[in-house]
């Protein structure tokens, strides 16, 4: 039967000397796997369609196995995000993680929305950086994560300074401090920007400035907390390291 889905392109593997299986992130159906037949072809109708971060509708003959990928129309390309070797970084990043923490076939229409909100926002222009972090904190949820970012993790204090401690989960107050004698200090303005990003509407987000200090510190906890509770090692997220580190050195020269 066919059917048709608003999707994004998240993965492709060369199948045979034409073929591609490409997967694809829809608000329908979830995330499944359907065949391009000659996608491989530089004429082939489906070739355009089935780049990756691609976003538009596909129709697709679905059956008991891989469904066929019959055609496919473009609503947005996510040119700038292809062209540009930092944004091709974390956008491959963020498709990344959002495979590694969603099963096949489960419909999650907030999922779709929020991949797609993402990579719109990095094809805008906006802090690449920021824009990531939101992204990883907010995928905490699908991983069966749940910081405290609203009050301390140890005695649910909403007031008081706070650092965060890797061993509680969470924020933790100066009260509660000798909890954790390897809390990571932080200051209130990164307190404050984790508690927006893990509640916020990522829809309702307007013109961000982050200090560099204050990105450092997201950087050191989201990374931190990840190391410890995910279980994921993304080859993309080095590259990003790799990246940003070349970067830096270029700029010090």
Known sequence: MLQKCEGIV???????????????????WGKVGVMARGAKK?????AAITQ????????????????????????????????????TAYG????????????????????F??????????????????ITNIFEIKMLSALGLNPMFDHCAVCGSREGRFSFSIREGGII???????DPYHLSISSATVKLLRIFYFFDLSRLGE?????????ELKKVIDAYYEEYSGLHLKTKKFIAQLDSL???????
Do not use: W
């Open 173 to 179: 107050c100066h009260r509660c401090l000798e909890k």
């Open 113 to 130: 929305e929020l991949l797609l909100q993402t990579l719109s926002y990095l094809e805008e222009g906006f802090d690449r950086e920021i």
């Open 247 to 253: 970067e830096k050195k270029i700029s010090e020269s």
């Open 92 to 111: 491959s990043y963020i498709i990344d993680l959002a495979d590694k923490c969603t099963d096949d076939q489960k419909p999650n229409p907030f999922m």
């Open 42 to 46: 530089t004429n082939s109708r489906l």
């Open 208 to 216: 961000i400035s982050v200090k560099e200090e204050t990105k450092a």
């Open 10 to 28: 998240i993965r492709t593997i060369d199948y045979g000397e034409t073929n591609k299986i490409v997967t694809l992130y829809t608000r329908e």
């Open 52 to 87: 990756p971060f691609t976003y538009g509708h596909f129709l697709v003959l679905k059956g008991r196995g891989l469904g066929n990928l019959q055609q496919g129309e473009l609503i947005s390309s996510m040119r700038l995000i292809k062209q540009d070797i930092f944004l």
